[in-house]
């Protein structure tokens, strides 16, 4: 387990420190940015709740949502707007801000507001993408690719410590299970957090049936508790979630993400098995 392991790594993500002896992570937020004013509804009601039950607090979202089903899917704001949205969220909200990117150009200008880069599961074996993003230093979350042994994420590991950086974190997604399922081997996470880095669960991707809408991905939102206790258990350090006030609404993933009056049942119960774990 992560919290476990005495020669796992501090990490630096803006203002926070995560890794031994540190409160465990929530990222959280909309799927895709949508406008201002409900990433910053989101982003306050986050950031509020995760105080409350003893978590650091990292507001996500894409600005540019690149591998979506449909061609017509809603994909975000685009690089420029995106990032002036979460430049504003980082301010008034006084949170580090985290998105992914999908192009090695794009690194560069998101870590003038990122604190943290995102690689997406799809493209966790891209090594240009990975050079760029560890080129600028920043915080680098690694999500293991649907197709990915736990085991192998060691090289997608190595590639970013080849610039450097390691300042790295490590996100479980699930894996593929047939067509249009996923399914979570537990065991990833204590294999993961043997490599030295903080280890996130993605609670609600996990949960995520791909390709399984008509032109688009649906969901099972109603599993997201029970697969966000278990890897809390199985020694996460940190949860990530993508959230929205109704999620039937939201313009991206809304089957698998929680709606915000399911947040504060379910971190209570986070923070009660990071304890005793």
Known sequence: MARANPDAKKVRIGSLELGPGSPPLLIAGPCVL???????????????????????????????????????????????????????????????????????????KAAQILDCIQIPAFLCRQTDLLVAAGETGKAVNIKKGQFMAPWDMVHAIKKVESTGNQNLLLTERGVSFGYNNLVVDMRAIPIMAGFGYPVIFDATHSVQLPGGGNGCSSGQREFVPHLARAAMAAGADGIFMEVYPDPEKARCDGANSLPLDEIHGLLSQLTAIFKVI
């Open 34 to 108: 949508e406008d201002l004013e409900i990433s910053l509804e989101i982003g306050r009601f986050m950031a509020a709740a995760a105080r409350k039950h003893g978590f650091a607090y990292m507001f996500k979202a894409s600005y540019d949502k690149a591998n979506r089903t449909s061609v017509t899917s809603y994909r975000g704001p685009g690089i420029s707007r995106g990032l002036e949205i979460l430049a504003q969220v980082k301010e008034v909200v006084g949170c580090p801000v985290i998105s992914d990117i999908h192009e090695p150009f794009h690194a560069e």
